[in-house]
């Protein structure tokens, strides 16, 4: 089945900065790959997404790049706020979809003010 | 539009009881995910249902199982609990059959095992 490899699992970075966080993946059949942002307590949100026919997708400050052939992608955070500190996942699908989705291990990333 | 709603949020059982979770997902969304969150295993995909039926399982004992209702309502059950069932058990609201399609989860179960 499919894995996902996600790294690092903590990022430290100071409020204005950059984050990435990146993540490796295993089945070259997945062509599904979101990403998710938790806060304690709650359900994770869908942050972004993208599919294999693109390269890369963007949503104010957050920007996803994909590598099909490297099999890897990458959340970018810009202008890293407060409100970003939080564990974010990534997942593919993969399977047709039919394995549900196969998520990272998770990244903490604190914003340091 | 209400997100995806689950009851009850914390749960407390002991060893060989069995527990039923229940989920409703976004209005018009006919598929449902159950995902079940530990801090060793992480996030791992349990089963989808979509319109009343399974289509997919993932990799746990028959003693998770679930349903859907013609609304599509799903419950989760898990029979004979053991202590590592101890988790937060999450549930997914999607439009479409399949994970290639956008899932929004919803709070969570907290079930703890004793």
């Known amino acids: 089945g499919e894995n996902v490899e996600q790294h690092p699992s903590t990022l430290s970075v100071q409020e204005g900065d950059s984050a990435v966080i990146k993540c490796t993946y295993s089945?070259?059949?997945?062509?599904?790959f979101p990403w998710y942002k938790q806060e304690l307590g709650k359900g994770p949100q869908l942050i972004i997404d993208?599919?294999?026919?693109?390269g890369e997708k963007k949503d104010q400050r957050i920007a996803v790049t994909l590598n099909k052939t490297a099999k890897h992608f990458s959340l970018h955070i810009t202008e890293t706020q407060p409100e970003d500190s939080a564990v974010y996942f990534c997942?593919?699908?993969?399977?047709?979809?039919?394995?549900?989705?196969?998520f990272g291990k998770g990244t903490h990333l604190i914003i340091q003010p | 539009k209400a997100g995806v709603t689950q009851t009850p949020r914390y749960l407390i059982k002991t060893r060989g009881q069995q527990v039923t979770l229940s989920c409703s997902p976004i209005?018009?969304?006919?598929?449902v995910s159950w995902y079940q969150q530990t801090p060793g295993q992480g996030l791992q995909f349990l089963f989808e249902?979509?319109?009343?039926?399974?289509?997919n399982k993932g990799n746990f004992p028959g003693r998770f199982s679930g349903r859907q209702f013609s609304n599509s309502r799903s419950e989760m059950n898990v029979s004979t609990l053991e202590l590592g069932d101890s988790a937060l058990y999450l549930c997914?609201?999607?439009?479409?059959?399949?994970?290639?399609?956008?899932?929004?989860f919803g709070p969570g179960t907290r079930l703890t095992v004793l």
């Open positions: 997914a609201s999607s439009a479409g059959q399949g994970a290639r399609n956008e899932q929004f």
């Open positions: 089945d070259s059949a997945s062509n599904y």
């Open positions: 993208i599919r294999s026919n693109v």
């Open positions: 997942a593919a699908a993969s399977g047709g979809g039919a394995d549900g989705l196969t």
């Open positions: 209005s018009g969304h006919r598929s």
């Open positions: 249902y979509f319109s009343e039926t399974q289509r």
